[in-house]
Nanobody, 123 residues
Framework: QVQLVESGGGLVQAGGSLRLSCAAS????????MGWFRQAPGKEREFVAA????????YYADSVKGRFTISRDNAKNTMSLQMNSLKPGDTAVYYC????????????????WGQGTQVTVSS
């Protein structure tokens, strides 16, 4: 089992940057595929990015490709999401998630979730 805690959210102007972190407990973090999802008010939770257990493979939603970078440090049990060129449309609660198995863009495929961190981008 793994417990996840996000941090790093906040208020930023359009065009700015934020770096989200996800700290994981447990000894088997390196065996999990990790992902970031987000949910804006009144909208369904949507996939943002995913990274393979070893970190060699990543996958991004088209809406963030080229602006966001997902990474992980298995030695420190952490995952990060570097967000650049932020837009008002990126405003949402961001969640980190973990699953056993290959990368997936489907939220129901992830077994473990953090509590979320708010990101607000002002125009």
């Amino acid at each position: 089992q793994v417990q996840l805690v996000e941090s790093g959210g906040g208020l930023v102007q359009a065009g700015g940057s934020l770096r989200l972190s996800c700290a994981a407990s447990g000894r088997t973090f390196s065996s999990y595929t990790m992902g970031w999802f987000r949910q804006a008010p009144g909208k369904e939770r949507e996939f943002v990015a995913a990274i393979s257990p070893g970190g060699s493979s990543t996958y991004y939603a088209d809406s963030v490709k080229g602006r966001f970078t997902i990474s992980r440090d298995n030695a420190k049990n952490t995952m990060s999401l570097q967000m650049n060129s932020l837009k008002p449309g990126d405003t949402a609660v961001y969640y980190c998630a973990a699953r056993t198995g290959i990368m997936s863009t489907t939220s129901s495929h992830y077994n473990y979730w953090g509590q979320g961190t708010q990101v607000t981008v002002s125009s």
